[in-house]
């Protein structure tokens, strides 16, 4: 990895940076199994379980899995419990939300201190079986062994992987779950948000340039809420196979292994594919979808 791309991915973006709750970092040790295992045990998924009431959440605590930002995610974690970081906490201390923000926590505090890493956006092949479903884990680089490492920062262990070291074939990226179901390798319609969730939007192909098209992003230290869309994302006239050559180039593009920072910056800088300063937001906590401007910086 160059100098360049080391720096670029231990910076903090808009999204990840702790401002002043970066203190709150100090207290966790510097390295990855500290960081993972703070981080393990900040955010409870909001449909994983059931109704959150049923778990001792205020129904309107809902409204948490909206939370964009680092520092708005640890304000609140320190309203709840404002001991250490990486401290015991019960269940109703932790942020109602999903793997997105466990792996945006895990980025924020691993660029803390100074280790090179980024959020990947694609599918999960070991949380249901014979599913690939909608799943967002951290990348970090491994200095000692010179090459990325994927670490799930969602679960503090699991039976499946070792949650700090996933197999590149139990995740797959946007990028790789694109190919190889272009390629026939893989089946387009076993890719979900969830085997129950019945809309056309949330499976298969559509799902499929969502976690590509949001994987570039992701790269792009853009690290979006995985209900968001724009662009293509968010254009109904769209027909993804009238686009699949732009997206197979794009998909090939992201897979590199000499992959460099301004080849990723560079196709970011399409249209259709970047983000702007206003998206939409098609939360699960509300009705209708929401218009969202960010934040400059």
């Known amino acids: 990895m160059t100098e360049t791309v080391s720096t670029f991915y231990t910076s903090q973006s808009r999204f990840t940076d702790p401002r002043a709750m970066s203190r709150w970092f100090d207290g966790v040790r510097p390295d990855l199994p500290a960081i993972h295992a703070a981080v393990a045990g900040l955010v409870f998924h909001y449909a994983a379980h059931g109704d959150i009431t049923s778990h001792g959440f205020a129904a309107d605590r809902i409204r948490e899995i909206d939370s964009r930002y ?54 999960a092949m070991y949380l249901t079986q014979g599913w690939a479903l909608d799943h967002v884990v951290a990348e970090v680089w491994d200095r000692a062994e010179s090459r990325w490492r994927l670490v799930d920062a969602e679960f503090a262990e699991h039976d499946e992987i070792d949650v700090l070291d996933v197999p590149r074939d139990m995740f797959l990226t946007g990028p ?60 109904e006239t769209v027909d993804t196979q009238e686009l699949a050559p732009k997206l197979d180039a794009l998909a090939e593009l992201l897979q590199s292994a000499d992959l460099a920072l301004d080849q990723i910056e560079g196709v970011f800088a399409d249209a259709a594919l970047r983000v702007p300063e206003t998206v939409t937001t098609i939360s699960p906590a509300a009705l209708e979808p929401i218009r969202i401007t960010l934040r400059a910086s």
């Not at 809309?199 to 979006?224: C, G, I, Y």
């Open 176 to 235: 790789q779950a694109w190919e190889q179901c272009r390629a026939g390798v893989l089946d387009p319609d076993r890719f979900v948000v969830s085997p129950n969730r019945p809309e056309p939007f949330l499976r298969s192909w559509p799902q499929l340039t969502h976690n590509l098209v949001q994987d570039l992003a992701a790269l792009n230290k853009h690290e979006m809420i995985l209900w968001d869309v724009w662009g293509l994302l968010d254009d």
């Open 70 to 123: 680092a520092d708005v995610l640890l304000e609140r974690l320190h309203e709840l419990n404002p001991g250490p970081l990486d401290g015991a906490r019960e269940q109703t201390d932790r942020v109602v939300g999903c793997c997105r923000d466990a792996t945006l926590l895990f980025v924020a505090l691993a660029r803390h201190h100074g280790i090179p890493a980024r959020a990947r956006i694609g599918f």
